[in-house]
């Protein structure tokens, strides 16, 4: 077994017996068929993930440690960060596919389907999909707060097992919340990009550009950093790294770029992966209208007629998501977007290898390791 399987089944481990507490801390105090109608779908949400940012977050409370690695990686500071980090991600995950109106989630269906179905089946008075759409906006909210329950948890155990005082777990704290606020923002800008006309013909070059600069910040904002650069850093200053260390400062332009190239594999998935490794339908950020750096490189590169393809799709999604996907193959897109993931890549191990005396050994091997896991993927 490699080093990163054991850490993940470590980590994971210790962060799915954590959230078995808290589910069976939430049916003492939510009893009652309406807590069994919350949490079924709040359980389903919390399943079946990676834990990538739990292990992310154990790797950085074991920036500087030689011994003890696998106590501290499998300890409550570390369970109890991995758990919020988890309990965010679905908070995030159940409003992102109310957004997008989502049919699934890792194969199964999306928690406002689940609500949807429920009333149907139960004759309930009212329409099935605006209840659906209200319950999965409230579940999303309550994990949320969830979220933030565990993180002051998690603050409390690594001020209790390590004895650093408040600092590092304030910082810590702070930091979560920036997260969860910028996200916030992320979705913004990737709610209103779906709305903004399309340019015109003048000059498709420098519109798809401009395409492209809108569809990374929207990468680093809504996804990159919170999957890749907090978690490390939320590790490390629980750990009680100095924030202003150039250790801090190398590791974030390290998860900067490896998240950014992460989410472009993700995007890259969305129309090519194959539907039964990925969980969702092949081409569903076509349908879904999404402004993706993969769509800006597509505009660059087409014609007149392959751009009129485009607009049509995105002004009708669910028509048409087949010749757009040939099309981005066509046209050399698809390649210039595989470029671009190894472009942030190997920025982001080159960012990675500066820092490297550093750390210890063993934690740069993990995060080398976790950059090529996190990038090369089919999943």
């Known amino acids: 077994m490699s080093e990163l399987s054991f850490v993940t089944t470590l980590v994971r481990a210790a962060v799915d017996r954590r959230l078995h507490e808290l589910t069976d801390r939430w049916r003492s105090r939510l009893p009652g068929e309406a807590g069994a109608d919350l949490l079924g779908p709040a359980q389903q949400a919390l399943s079946g993930g990676k834990r990538m940012r739990p292990v992310l977050a154990a790797v950085g409370m074991t920036?500087?440690?030689?011994?003890?690695?696998?106590?501290?990686?499998?300890?409550?500071?570390?369970?109890?960060?991995?758990?919020?980090?988890?309990?965010?991600?679905?908070?995030?995950?159940v409003h992102d596919d109310v957004i997008d109106a989502a049919p699934t989630r890792r194969g199964l269906p999306a928690a406002h389907r689940s609500f949807s179905t429920s009333h149907r089946q139960r004759g309930w008075r009212g329409r099935p999909g605006t209840y659906g759409t209200s319950a999965a906006l409230v579940l999303g909210d309550w994990l949320l707060s969830q979220a933030g329950l565990e993180m002051g948890a998690a603050c409390a155990a690594a001020r209790d097992g390590a004895g650093n005082g408040d600092a590092g777990p304030w910082r810590a704290r702070e930091l979560f919340d920036r997260m969860t606020a910028e996200?916030?923002?992320?979705?913004?800008?990737?709610?209103?990009?779906?709305?903004?006309?399309?340019?015109?013909?003048?000059?498709?070059?420098?519109?798809?550009?401009?395409?492209?600069?809108?569809?990374?910040?929207?990468?680093?904002?809504?996804?990159?950093?919170?999957?890749?650069?907090?978690?490390?850093?939320?590790?490390?200053?629980?750990?009680?790294?100095?924030?202003?260390?150039?250790?801090?400062?190398?590791?974030?332009?390290?998860?900067?770029?490896?998240?950014?190239?992460?989410?472009?594999?993700?995007?890259?998935?969305?129309?090519?992966?194959?539907?039964?490794?990925?969980?969702?339908?092949?081409?569903?950020?076509?349908?879904?209208?999404?402004?993706?750096?993969?769509?800006?490189?597509?505009?660059?590169?087409?014609?007149?007629?392959?751009?009129?393809?485009?607009?049509?799709?995105?002004a009708s999604p669910g028509d048409g998501t087949g010749a757009a996907a040939r099309l981005i193959e066509d046209c050399g897109a698809r390649a210039a977007h595989e470029d671009l993931i190894a472009s942030h890549r190997a920025c982001g191990l080159e960012a990675l290898e500066a820092v490297r005396p550093l750390m210890e050994a063993p934690s740069a091997a993990l995060l080398e390791a976790l950059a090529d896991r996190l990038t090369r993927r089919s999943a």
């Open 63 to 93: 920036l500087r440690t030689r011994a003890g690695r696998p106590e501290v990686m499998g300890g409550a500071a570390s369970a109890r960060l991995g758990a919020a980090l988890e309990l965010y991600q679905a908070s995030a995950l």
């Open 183 to 314: 996200v916030a923002y992320g979705q913004f800008l990737d709610v209103r990009a779906e709305v903004v006309p399309l340019p015109g013909e003048e000059d498709p070059a420098g519109a798809g550009q401009e395409m492209l600069g809108r569809a990374l910040e929207v990468v680093r904002r809504k996804s990159a950093r919170y999957s890749v650069v907090q978690p490390l850093l939320l590790g490390a200053l629980l750990a009680g790294t100095d924030p202003d260390a150039a250790l801090l400062g190398g590791l974030a332009r390290f998860g900067e770029e490896v998240g950014t190239a992460f989410q472009l594999r993700d995007d890259e998935l969305g129309v090519f992966g194959d539907p039964a490794v990925t969980g969702k339908p092949a081409g569903e950020d076509l349908r879904e209208g999404k402004r993706t750096a993969l769509l800006a490189l597509t505009w660059q590169r087409t014609d007149t007629a392959g751009r009129d393809l485009l607009r049509q799709v995105l």
